[in-house]
């Protein structure tokens, strides 16, 4: 079973920068796409920023201009660098693959970033 192993959460002031990483325990097959979503405490899981193999990148729209997403779908590897860090980011980030003709859903199991005011 793939695992997806995610560094770099913590806790930083407003406007502070942080740095997210993940990789893949083993090669993962025909990835379609890698990512990060967050989820804050009672409120649905979000997509944050994905790369799209054909390398399309996708961000939300509250993460325009202050987040960058980077890394290799081949290798397994996906980074998140986050600048102009607001409270309303503090959220779980949680690592995401999507592989194969099935479509299948690979998960980390998450880290905390939170950002005081």
């Known amino acids: 079973q793939v695992q997806l192993v995610e560094s770099g959460g913590g806790l930083v002031q407003a406007g502070g920068s942080l740095r997210l990483s993940c990789a893949a325990s083993?090669?993962?097959?025909?990835?379609?796409?890698m990512g990060w979503y967050r989820q804050a405490p009672g409120k649905q899981r979000e997509l944050v920023a994905a790369?799209?193999?054909?390398?399309?990148?996708k961000y939300a729209d509250s993460v325009k201009g202050r987040f960058t997403i980077s890394g290799d779908n081949a290798k397994g590897t996906v980074f998140l660098t986050m600048n102009s860090l607001k409270p309303e980011d503090t959220a779980v980030y949680y690592c995401?693959?999507?592989?194969?003709?099935?479509?299948?859903?690979?998960w980390g199991q998450g880290t905390q970033v939170t950002v005081s005011s």
């Open positions: 083993r090669s993962i097959s025909s990835v379609m796409s």
């Open positions: 790369l799209i193999s054909g390398d399309s990148i």
């Open positions: 995401n693959a999507v592989a194969g003709l099935a479509r299948n859903y690979y």
